[in-house]
């Protein structure tokens, strides 16, 4: 989906720099107006999406299009004009890429589910899981997505954990993330600008979004919504995998995520209450039957011993077990890592 876009701003300076980094966005379209007689020209004859103005050029006198959403760049040294009070703002100064995110994500929420997938091809949803707290289930899922990336796929991260511990390699800031996305669910918007707004990444290629702002944004979410944010990320094309971190409870979202996914990786470690734990999870013939031909196994932690386990579910990495790792260091290391060579096995 292609962006018209018309920016208005006498400062010729700040267009040139604007422009530096805006003209590399493929589904921009853009037309500048530095003078007010042609800008009213512009918005009197032509169709605009978006209208991103300073307020020196366009104060709110003229009319846009009906269906054009007129943005204000927002400056804090600057006044207000009473006639632009009611239209929606960015601020000026600040990092050119934010300014293009907040602008799709404020386009998402007007223009409708209108399609506009970006990539496309076959997109591969990983689930990893484990009925045992403390197996690194979170550690591996981590390395898994940053060695899918390095075999140059587009991987989305994300944690539907309630209490998420990824900050320890996935930087967190105080954009909005999944908490405003599970919100949207339903919702007659652009899924794919919406994500685009919000889209952060570690890397070339591995992107994850601002974890839950509460707990009870997870609990409140239902099995169809993990159903929908599956497929709707799926739908915009932007990735070609997407990894979950799961929590340990089958409950009914886990039941939903384990049925929209094409993979599940369950993680073991060898103590005797893991085993205890996974020999109960292994037992349930109503998830085992549905779900076993996606499923493969990790042991993590592992001391040497032979899994413990009896199950057909292959068994396709053993990850030994490391002394007081730095968290960070240790996924880095870890997705270059031989023992997860199976990685390639989950997208063939």
Do not use: W
């Amino acid at each position: 989906m292609i962006i018209k876009m018309a920016i208005a701003d006498g400062n010729n300076e700040y267009i040139e720099r604007l422009l530096s980094v805006l003209e590399g966005y493929e589904d921009l379209n853009l037309s500048v107006y530095t003078d007010r007689s042609a800008l009213e020209q512009a918005l009197a004859s032509k169709h605009f999406d978006v209208f991103l103005f300073d307020p020196s050029v366009y104060d709110g006198q003229v009319e846009v299009g009906k269906n054009t959403l007129a943005i204000m760049f927002l400056d804090d040294n600057v006044n207000v004009p009473e006639s632009c009070r009611d239209f929606k703002k960015v601020k000026k100064y600040q990092r050119i890429s934010r300014i293009y995110q907040q602008v799709l994500g404020l386009y998402a929420e007007v223009c409708g589910d209108i399609g506009g997938v970006i990539g496309g091809g076959s997109v591969s949803a990983i689930a990893v899981y484990s009925p045992v707290g403390g197996s690194g289930k979170t550690t591996l899922a981590l390395a898994l997505a940053t060695r899918l990336a390095d075999m140059g796929r587009r991987v989305f991260y994300m944690s539907l954990e309630d209490i998420a511990s990824e900050d320890c390699y996935l930087v967190q800031s105080d954009a909005k993330g999944l908490s405003d996305v599970a919100a949207s669910l339903g919702e007659n918007i652009n899924f794919t600008m919406k994500i685009q707004a919000l889209l952060q990444n570690r890397g070339e290629n591995l992107y994850y979004l601002n974890h839950f702002e509460s707990p009870n944004d997870v609990y409140e979410m239902n099995g169809d919504e993990v159903t929908e944010l599956v497929e709707q990320l799926e739908k915009t094309g932007l990735f070609d995998t997407v990894v979950i971190d799961t929590g340990t409870s089958m409950n009914d979202k886990m039941f939903h995520l384990f049925e929209v996914v094409d993979k599940i990786v369950l993680i073991e470690k060898e103590d005797s209450i893991s085993v205890r734990k996974m020999n109960c999870f292994l037992s349930q013939n109503h998830i085992i039957n549905e779900y076993s031909h996606k499923m493969c196994r990790v042991i993590n932690f592992h001391i040497g011993r032979d899994s413990m386990l009896q199950t057909n579910i292959p068994l396709v990495g053993k990850i030994n077990m490391a002394q007081n790792p730095d968290p960070a260091q240790f996924i880095a290391m870890l997705a270059n890592n031989p023992s997860l060579s199976f990685a390639g096995q989950l997208i063939g």
